[in-house]
């Protein structure tokens, strides 16, 4: 993790983006994130050997939350896993596809498994906001909207079917659809006026960061890296089943959870105001004088009372530490820092 650190802020343009999230509907392109199919008469008990979730107890229609872990218990992407019916769809951030793809093929021997990248024929839109559903109703009338997280239902196509799924990722209502490529111009037209419709617009990275900051939602390569233990990042119980056979790093998690304890855990954490006016600043935690954690992601929250809130790691020790937890800016004057409670996988509490 930087000791340094760039505060998200707003532009005038990206706060219509962030209204429509936060009100109505937003629609955002991810095509650019990472996705891996699994073929095979094994690709079920291949992956569930491979990743933290329970594979084998989906059925078609199902998803799940999972991490991909090293055999330190060190995260190595986080994964929306979809049970297909003849495949697994693995969708992840960007810039992670080689890196899984080769971890995967590591542990292939006899196994009839085929791992594929379907970026060249399916990309990925997302409609994020309380309005989302009326949006994904309005286009698709006939459909059974999921009513579970990580829970998705097939539209046939005469180009490829599209699978919409529903997946939260900003602390509100949202769903991903899985589109073919043949029919993603035509299809984004049709989103894009039915978003408007609700009031909604398409949203834009800036947008996106600042409600994902709000939301408490940690990001892969920002928030988590391969040097986390799975279990600092606070998102153990959405992503680890503790009741499933082995997997690669089992022997470590399981370890942690019936003798140890993390050194470490991201925590959701709230600002008094911004440490310094303008550029880089600190990323450093202290208490009382001594380093105490880092921050990961800080955001200047826009609305009538402007919130200034982040993602870090807080050292064990100053976990409870509630009064004396604070961000030294440039200037040299300390900031007080709060800690809100854990981070989330889609910004939904309790």
Known sequence: M???????????ASLVEYHSLRNTCG?????????????????????????????KSLCF??????????AKGKIQSDLNVYQLKDEILLDFEKGYTQTIMQRLQQYLVSEDVEIVDPSE????????????????????????????????SEVDNDDGAVYIC??????????????????????????????????GSEVGQLASDLARIQAGVPKMGVDMTSANLVQETGLASSMISFQKGCYIGQEV????????????????????SLPSSSGEMSAVLTADGKE??????????????????GLGYVKRAFLEDFDSLCLI??????????????????????
């Not at 942690?256 to 991201?266: A, P």
Request: charged share 20%; net charge positive; with cysteine.
């Open 61 to 70: 229609g199902h998803g799940a939350f999972a991490a991909l872990v090293d």
């Open 329 to 350: 800016g440039n200037e040299g004057n300390p900031v007080k820092a709060r800690i809100l409670g854990q981070p989330s996988t889609t910004g939904i509490n309790g």
């Open 166 to 199: 529903r997946r939260p990722r900003f602390g509100s209502d949202g769903f991903d659809l899985f589109v073919p490529e043949s029919i993603q111009e035509g299809l984004r037209l049709q989103l894009m006026a039915a978003v408007e419709l609700q009031g």
């Open 27 to 55: 629609l955002l392109d991810l095509g650019e994130r990472g996705r891996l199919c699994l073929t095979g008469v094994d690709r079920v008990s291949f992956l569930h050997g491979q990743i933290t979730q329970d594979i």
């Open 2 to 12: 930087s000791n340094k650190l760039s505060v998200v802020e707003a532009s005038e």
């Open 121 to 152: 024929i399916y990309t990925l839109f997302s409609l994020q906001g309380p309005k989302s559903p009326l949006v994904l109703k309005n286009l698709f009338p006939d459909i059974v909207v999921p009513q579970k997280t990580w829970h998705f």
């Open 292 to 309: 105490a954690g880092t921050l990961t992601s800080l955001a200047k929250i826009p609305g009538q009372n402007t919130q200034i809130m």
């Open 253 to 272: 998690i399981s370890r942690i959870r019936t003798v140890g304890k993390v050194n470490k855990s991201l925590c959701r954490l709230s600002l008094e």
